[in-house]
């Protein structure tokens, strides 16, 4: 605490009593109202794959709000229950045969391992 701040506050103190210690802050109204972000959460349950980028877009286009960080698309998204990490239901470069190879390659691995462990002991 900062000796302006305690200052301040005795001010505050003297002239109103325990009321003037209150806050005051109530903090921001958000920029989408409760019935926007149902809307956009439908939205987001209505694609199939989307990015960061086309929900901010859309938010934008919509809405007309911009966030002036991520934290914050990040924290709408977290709030309708969706991880933006986690927008894509699949890789888009996944390979289905390279990971059967590396699953068998992993298995001949694993079986070698439990072999040679079984022997020594």
């Given at each position: 605490?900062?000796?302006?701040?305690?200052?301040?506050?005795?001010?505050?103190?003297?002239?109103?009593?325990?009321?003037?210690?209150?806050?005051?802050?109530?903090?921001?109204?958000?920029?989408?109202?409760?019935?926007?972000?149902?809307?956009?959460?439908?939205?987001?349950?209505?694609?199939?794959?989307?990015?960061?980028?086309?929900v901010?877009?859309?938010?934008?286009?919509?809405?007309?709000?911009?966030?002036?960080?991520?934290?914050?698309?990040?924290?709408?998204?977290?709030?309708a229950?969706?991880?933006?990490?986690?927008?894509?239901?699949?890789?888009?470069?996944?390979?289905?045969?390279?990971?059967?190879?590396?699953?068998?390659?992993?298995?001949?691995?694993?079986?070698?391992?439990v072999?040679?462990?079984?022997?020594?002991?």
């Amino acid at each position: 605490m900062s000796l302006g701040f305690i200052s301040a506050s005795c001010q505050r103190y003297e002239r109103s009593g325990i009321q003037g210690l209150r806050s005051n802050y109530w903090g921001t109204a958000g920029y989408l109202s409760a019935e926007q972000k149902q809307e956009l959460f439908r939205w987001l349950d209505g694609q199939d794959a989307w990015t960061l980028e086309e929900v901010i877009d859309h938010i934008e286009d919509c809405y007309g709000v911009v966030y002036q960080s991520l934290q914050s698309y990040y924290a709408l998204l977290k709030s309708a229950g969706v991880s933006w990490k986690k927008a894509h239901p699949a890789h888009p470069d996944k390979d289905d045969q390279q990971i059967q190879e590396k699953k068998e390659k992993l298995k001949s691995y694993w079986l070698r391992t439990v072999v040679k462990s079984q022997t020594e002991g």
